[in-house]
DNA sequence: CTCTAAGCCTAGCCTTTCTAGGTATGAGCC
DNA sequence: GGCTCATACCTAGAAAGGCTAGGCTTAGAG
């Protein structure tokens, strides 16, 4: 699942330049070193749903007798683009930090109730 | 939205230790840094949840008057901590090379159709 | 002719999270 | 006594996102 930062890295990968659906994908899959191999399925309805939005705009164009529809960023997708990656910062710092309360745990309590609590 | 990361966040807190369902809301604001401060219609579900899946399990227990319901790790719920973790990793790491691709594109072409899109 | 890769699409399901409500106790204040 | 706040639990239902699973077309290879 990619949870949520589907939108973000769609529009990361489409602030280096124009990209088709397709492409996206195998764009996603390269850049990720192969841990992102997402489904059409996901990825279309998420262009959809930006392109709903203001942040994306697409045209039609035809390669090799392909049809293919690409995308774009508009102006407002920039920003949003820009916005998600500092969100994206501040959040993965955040579980950084949780996560890495238990690095020094690991010997801790064995696994149990210790406290008053009665199972 | 925690974005389908909750579940690795609280067995993350277990693992430093047993704790309530209140007290875990206080952990994951302090740990986060404020970042995260989930409303209690997220984390008691989250943990009925983990529960029903065999990660935790839960007792009684009654302080000054109130009474807790302690959560701690199954056996089980360790190892899924530590999976999450090594998973977080991963994603966490994937995600910051599609993002870092971008940094360098910052001068690139501006927004609009390139190539042979037309709008 | 068949199969694969490239390319697009959507309906409906499933899961997770949040909103918005509810209950109860203890402590401090007027 | 009554008020409010912090502590502490709970759930129903809505909203959203992603995936499954299907369907469509053209080009090229065998």
């Known amino acids: 699942m990619m949870r949520g930062h589907l939108d973000g890295l769609v529009l990361a990968v489409l602030a280096t330049g124009p990209s088709h659906g397709y492409g996206l ?13 997402l489904p059409e399925g996901s990825v279309y309805p998420a262009l959809h749903r930006l392109e709903r939005a203001g942040l994306v705009a697409s045209g039609w164009s035809e390669v090799g007798g ?16 820009e916005e998600r990656r500092t969100e994206w910062r501040s959040f ?28």
């Open 66 to 81: 392909r049809r293919r529809r690409v995308y774009s960023l508009t102006v407002s997708g920039r920003r949003a683009a």
């Open 25 to 37: 994908i195998e764009a996603l899959r390269d850049r990720s070193g192969g841990v992102f191999d």
């Open 92 to 119: 993965s710092a955040a579980v950084e930090r949780v996560f890495g309360v238990g690095d020094r745990a690991e010997a801790g309590p064995a696994a149990g109730f210790a406290d008053g609590a009665a199972v």
